[in-house]
């Protein structure tokens, strides 16, 4: 006759089911990253955990002025990059001097200082793409220096909320 389980004999059932229930969140709702680099300073500091929502942009792609995580495979493989988003699809994006254009009009930018001196030729970003800086334009590897400097919508893995550490603060 099979002796019936106590609860003592199936305690390792929670801590199994906290970890399936996070990794499933992980894959499909969250991404969950650590920036490297002071690329995204002083909106998010190196070192900083950052925790994006992988269900952002089901309805409608990317704004302007949104933080993504995306990777561009032919400029870094398959590592997952943070930044700002400049412009998307069938807009002019252009660099005079530091200041920013989108459609010929300046981008009032109030995350990121103007580095005198940087500039980036008109482009018209192709449709289904997005052009990306880093708010920290002087320590940042961003679509001003890639060979193919668009990020394809597809490649985007999620809209950043906010950081987590250290301290708190919404993106």
């Not at 199936?10 to 229930?21: D, E, I, K, Q």
């Not at 398959?78 to 660099?95: C, D, E, H, T, Y």
């Amino acid at each position: 006759m099979r002796a019936r389980r106590t609860k003592k004999e199936r305690w390792w059932l929670l801590p199994l089911l906290a970890v399936g229930l996070t990794a499933l969140l992980n894959r499909f709702l969250f991404i969950n990253a650590r920036v490297p680099s002071g690329s995204m300073e002083p909106t998010i500091p190196s070192g900083a955990l950052v925790l994006g929502n992988r269900l952002a942009y089901l309805r409608e792609g990317p704004q302007v002025g949104d933080v993504v995580f995306f990777r561009h495979e032919e400029e870094f493989g398959q590592k997952i990059l943070i930044k700002r988003v400049m412009a998307v699809g069938g807009q002019v994006f252009s660099i005079q001097d530091g200041q920013v254009y989108l459609d010929y009009q300046p981008l009032a930018e109030e995350f990121a200082p103007a580095l005198p001196g940087d500039s980036f030729p008109h482009r018209l970003v192709p449709d289904g793409c997005l052009m990306v800086l880093g708010d920290n334009r002087a320590d940042s590897n961003d679509s001003r220096y890639w060979a193919d400097p668009y990020v394809s919508q597809d490649a985007v893995l999620g809209r950043a909320i906010f950081v987590y550490f250290p301290g708190f603060h919404p993106l």
